[in-house]
């Protein structure tokens, strides 16, 4: 018989990339992970590692067990999720992790809501950005997540995750008081190709978002402030170092005198937000439930897009 905490060990290595990365993410010494391979490899009499300069990579024989070990892995948490439907109403722990702005508006209230409609469902919730949200998830250390699609993300046919896009949240151009801009109904990109621009540091999922609205409007930015958080943008702006485009989900700070004017045209930029969970796991009752309330506090947002 295979040890299956064996074959969950080279998963991990699989989706790490190295053995430290696997060992860290369940716990374990490297050289405890290392042997637990070397204990599978030779219940399997196949290599399942070969060294790459100084590290290792998967073997064939390796990749193809990887494949057979998703497919378990999901048809496992199925016949969980089916099990625990008979139980009735949802119940136990559910751990949810989101990006910052998603919690603030979204998934905290949910978790308020939940303890009124399911008493017997406790709710924990983690603040992750997506690529930790995923690790979270393949570790078995978060139920379900929210998650911004990024090119970086998994692809949804990844046969180790379900994903679906819940909503598109759009960005909206964001001025001092006073700006020629600030009194419009609606701004088009494609005037404000001479204006200062404050965008994401490089590296950044904003910045990509910026370049590629401006650059489909048909000119580069100027760009005279860079930032990684949404109210040190906002206080550029207000310190007329440049316009901004900020997503409608994001407070601007109270105290700064800006304007938020939605963008119209064919040029309008979105962030697009996937509910992520492991292959299976989306049928479990209590991931339903809550799938059911995320989908009523998207609905009674304020101006961003659900998805059917």
């Known amino acids: 018989m295979i040890d299956l905490r064996r074959l969950h060990v080279l998963r991990a290595i699989a989706h790490h990339g190295t053995v430290s990365g696997a060992a860290k993410s369940l716990h374990m010494s490297t050289s405890a992970a290392s ?10 009499g196949v290599p399942l590692l070969e060294p790459v300069g100084r590290g290792v990579r998967l073997s064939s024989a390796a990749q193809i067990l990887i494949a057979h070990i998703d497919a378990i ?7 969980e999720a089916e099990l625990q ?25 949910l978790v308020d ?18 690529s930790e949200s995923f690790d979270l998830l393949f570790a078995g250390d978060a139920d379900l997540a929210l998650v911004e699609a990024t090119p970086d993300n998994p ?11 819940v909503f598109n949240d759009p960005f909206d151009l964001v001025v001092p ?12 990109l494609r005037d404000l190709e001479r204006e200062p621009w404050i965008i994401g540091v490089p590296g950044s999922i904003h910045r990509r978002h910026v370049l590629t609205a401006c650059s489909n409007a048909g000119f580069r930015p100027t760009v005279t402030g860079e930032a990684r958080e949404w109210p040190v943008i906002a206080v550029m702006v207000d310190h007329r170092m440049g316009v901004a485009l900020i997503p409608r989900l994001v407070d601007l700070p109270h105290h700064l005198d800006l304007v938020r004017v939605p963008i119209g045209g ?9 509910a992520v969970t492991l ?4 049928r479990r009752p209590a991931v339903a439930a809550v799938m059911d309330l995320l989908d009523e506090r998207i609905r009674a947002a304020e101006g961003i897009n659900p998805v059917p």
């Open 35 to 44: 042997q637990q391979i070397r204990l599978l490899s030779k219940d399997l």
């Open 266 to 274: 064919p040029y309008t930029p979105y962030r697009h937000f996937r």
């Open 177 to 188: 008081s006073g700006h020629w801009a600030a009194a419009a109904d609606k701004a088009d």
């Open 73 to 79: 892995e999901a048809m496992w948490r199925l016949a």
């Open 279 to 282: 292959r299976g796991g989306a």
């Open 113 to 130: 809501a939940a303890r009124d409609r399911y008493p017997n469902l406790e709710l924990r919730l983690r603040e992750a950005e997506a």
């Open 85 to 109: 439907a008979t139980e009735g109403e949802p119940s136990g722990l559910l751990r949810l992790c989101g990006f910052p702005t998603a919690i603030a508006t979204l998934l905290a209230p």
């Open 155 to 165: 692809p949804p046919e990844d046969i180790r995750f379900d994903s679906q896009t």
